[in-house]
C-alpha cells in the first residue's frame, strides 16, 4: 500500500537478502501502488530501523513494490552490501498518476479503498493513545478515543473483538471521533501529503487535559523513524 511501515517491503528485503546468500534468483510480480501518486512523510534514521522501517525512505515511498527492490538492490541495501539476482516482471498499462483500487484486500483492517487512502496518515494513531477503529466496521476510517468527547461528541463508535482484531484498544469502551470516510474520497484529489491535523488536534486535547506525557507510546518512533516528529509535534509545530 506504499507506506514504509506496511511490512511486506520488509519482508520482501529479508527475501532478497537471504536469497543473495544462496544465489537464488529473486522475481517479483509488481504490483500497482495505491498511494503511489506522492511521496511525503519523515525519513527513517539511523537508528531507528526496525521491521515496520528497514530503509531510509520517507512514510510514503510512492514506488511500486518491484520499483522499491529495484532501488534496495542498486543502493546495496542488503545486509553486507549484498545485491541479488533480481528480475521484475512489470505491470502492463500502469503509471503513477492511475488510480488505483486494490481487487483483494491487503489486510482484514485494510478492507476498502477509503481505509487504504487514509493509512499513511492515521497508522501514526497506532502509536498513540487514540484509535483507529480496530474492533469496528471501519478500521482506518476513523479515528476516536474515550478522552476525546468533549471535542467531538457527535460521532462514537464502540470496539469490539472480531476476526481482524482479537483485543482492540479501548475494547468494549465508547470513542468519540471522526468519522473520515467522507473525506477519504477527496483525498485523491485534494491532497498529495500525509494529513497529519488530526494527530496535531489530538494531541493538544491530551495536553489541555493534562494528559499528554501518556499521549504517545514508544511504537510512535518507530513509526515516525526517528524522535523528530513527536518532538515537534510536542513543541507545537503547525502542520
Not at 10 to 20: D, G, I, K, N, W
Not at 121 to 145: H, M, N, W
Not at 162 to 186: E, H, W
Request: charged share 20%.
Amino acid at each position: 500500500v506504499g507506506a514504509r511501515f506496511y511490512t511486506y517491503i520488509s519482508t520482501l528485503s529479508l527475501v532478497m537478502e537471504v536469497c543473495a546468500e544462496n544465489n537464488v534468483q529473486v522475481i517479483v510480480l509488481d504490483r500497482p501502488n495505491p498511494n503511489g501518486h506522492y511521496v511525503d512523510g519523515p525519513t527513517l534514521k539511523p537508528g531507528f530501523e526496525s521491521f515496520v522501517g528497514m530503509h531510509h525512505i520517507p512514510v510514503v515511498h510512492g514506488m511500486t513494490i518491484g520499483e522499491y527492490a529495484l532501488m534496495v538492490n542498486g543502493e546495496k541495501w542488503l545486509k553486507d552490501s549484498l545485491q541479488c539476482e533480481l528480475k521484475v516482471v512489470p505491470v502492463k498499462a500502469y503509471n503513477h498518476n492511475v488510480v488505483v483500487s486494490l481487487p483483494v484486500p491487503p489486510s482484514p483492517n485494510l478492507a476498502t479503498d477509503e481505509a487504504i487512502r487514509l493509512y499513511p496518515s492515521l497508522c501514526f494513531f497506532e502509536g498513540t493513545k487514540v484509535s483507529i477503529g480496530r474492533g469496528t466496521d471501519k478500521p482506518f476510517q476513523q479515528i476516536g478515543a474515550p478522552f476525546l468527547d468533549a471535542e467531538f461528541p457527535n460521532y462514537s463508535f464502540v470496539p469490539e473483538p472480531n476476526q481482524a482484531a482479537t483485543n482492540p484498544k479501548y475494547r468494549g469502551l465508547r470513542c468519540y471521533g471522526i468519522d473520515l470516510t467522507s473525506f477519504a474520497n477527496s483525498f485523491l484529489t485534494n491532497y498529495n501529503q500525509l494529513y497529519i491535523y488530526w494527530l496535531i488536534e489530538s494531541y493538544q486535547v491530551a495536553k489541555n487535559q493534562g494528559s499528554e506525557e501518556v499521549f504517545f507510546e514508544r511504537f510512535f518512533d518507530k513509526l515516525a523513524g526517528s524522535t523528530e516528529f513527536r518532538e515537534q509535534i510536542i513543541a507545537g509545530k503547525t502542520e
